[in-house]
């Protein structure tokens, strides 16, 4: 019978077991932080028909009237769509699609020249545990899946494809800039094809290496996948957002998925062993200029920030994979790879509701974790305002009560560096008297585990404040009158 059974069944088969780490993580219930303002943009474009200009959901927005682009808006769109057709049980199953189709094209990337090799299904293990903490309805999901096909069309003409056989990324580079804001790392990719081939061709002529493509097509490919980023609502407006983005780095010391990664998190170590083996691998290689250049960029990426773990994980797979010549001509079928994905889904669903103790639904969940008692009582007192809130409770309640414009939540780069630093301080409890949003807030919602601290540090003030409801997860405080 084990004879009967071909590599390439076998590569599919621990495809299928590979696919149950994400399968199974995305069935989790409980939401994201984030997921929360994305559906009330969802919510806001679908009614407004318009992406908002300026702020709509904080208090320093609404007051100051600050610009702010929805980099975001289409998966928003599709998000809040799930959740109108189906609620919370419609989020998570367009979780699923969003988590399958990542697993698909990172095992579909890294195994399409593999017929089932020992070794490149060691690396898809590795890249596969690195993603399961990606495996949420977040918009990366998009910079994910394009960031692969970008290396792929990228690693293809440099083995000697036409560059205008990927004249295709141009309109997946225009759906892109309308998905996510990290668009600018495929051009990174891109463009580092063309000045490694640049600097290759300029060697070539002494006879150092050998004949590499012509880098005019694809720098007209390029460009062309540039300009076609300025096809969203906001132009030029959004490179704005990549700007801020990139030079706002007070976020990285206070926000976790901003601060490198964590070695207290398993998949983190998968991240390290990777880095660790295509390191090893491109010494082997003697140190090829593209591979080995993609390697350093992807692991200062990819050790500076625990979001980007999956960057560095997925290039370190091709680097080893590249350097180790690994090639099959029957490689394996993607209807394979797509079934060996769809099953493992089904069989982490029927788990999920037959095993003990995991049928607790998502309503309940959010009861335990997020301030849904609290959110009912202002709903009904409607003590006045403005709110001052946690951080990791900002967005749930932007979705959830938009009539109290929130004091901070987790869109980073509309507060700035010095607003957000004040926040973290503020909660951290320094610096108390001084904040001005505290001081001019009608509530607080504060984590229950927080009370004791915070009642210390209120007595200290003065004591003008009182408890107005208390649960299990949250509690609000108003003044006293």
Sequence with gaps: ?????????????????????????????????????????????????????????????QDEHIPWVAYSWLPEIALYASHQLAGLPGVIAFRHLLDSLTFLTVAWFVLRQSGGSRIVLAALALVTLTLVPMMLERPWHYTIVLTTLTLHATLEWRSGQPAWKFWWLVPAYALWANLHIQFVLGFGVMGLGLCVGIVERMRGHVGWVPKTPPTLPWLALLTACFLATFFNPYHVRLYVVVWEYATQTGALRVVRELAPPDLQFWWNWALLALLLWAGYESVRARFPLFETALLIIAAVLSLRMQRDIWFGSIVAAVVITRCRRVQDPQALPLRGLIAAVLLALLLARVVWHLGPGVDRGADRVHREQYPVGAVTYLREYRPPGPIFNHFNWGGYLIWSLPEYPVGMDGRTNLYGEERLQRAFDTWNGIGWDADPDLLAAGVLLVPVEMKLALLEKLRQAGNRWRVAHEDEVAVVFVPIR
């Design 1 to 61: 019978m084990s004879q009967s059974i071909t590599p390439r069944q076998r590569a599919l088969f621990v495809v299928f077991l590979l696919a149950l780490f994400p399968a199974g993580n995305a069935l989790q219930p409980r939401m994201d932080e984030d997921t929360w303002w994305h559906l009330a943009v969802g919510k806001y474009v679908v009614e407004h028909r318009d992406v908002p200009t300026e702020d709509p959901f904080s208090r320093i927005g």
